[in-house]
């Protein structure tokens, strides 16, 4: 199983920035979904949650508000819509997929390679 994360880039405060990520391989049965994040010098935090029929999310206190998960599981694809970002949001995103979870929550599984956001004051 292979995450591919994209849609990164250079964006200026108040700007907006749609993340996708493209499942490929052989995922059995159901799954929950989640974006991370990793910023300079700072650990990886949590970032958005979705459970496996996209009926259920989950958000940051920092985020909450001001993004939204998404997923389309007919194109095996994660997405994660940015809005009013902040120069605090710069990070390394990272997808990834727990096959042990249907809820809201990811623990581990497999993750993506990463796509750099950042947002500049």
């Known amino acids: 199983v292979q995450l591919q994360a994209s849609g990164g880039g250079l964006v200026q405060a108040g700007g907006s920035l749609r993340l996708s990520c493209a499942v490929s391989?052989?995922?059995?049965?159901?799954?929950?979904m989640g974006w991370f994040r990793r910023a300079p010098g700072k650990d990886r935090e949590f970032v958005a949650a979705?459970?496996?029929?996209?009926?259920?999310?989950r958000y940051a206190d920092s985020v909450e508000g001001r993004f939204t998960i998404s997923r389309d599981n007919a194109r095996a694809t994660l997405y994660l819509q940015m809005i009013d970002l902040k120069p605090e949001d710069t990070a390394v995103y990272y997808c990834?997929?727990?096959?042990?979870?249907?809820?809201?929550?990811?623990?581990?599984?497999?993750w993506g390679q990463g796509t750099l956001v950042t947002v500049s004051s």
């Open positions: 990834a997929l727990d096959p042990n979870k249907v809820v809201a929550d990811v623990e581990g599984g497999w």
């Open positions: 391989g052989r995922v059995g049965g159901r799954y929950a």
């Open positions: 979705i459970n496996w029929n996209g009926a259920d999310t």
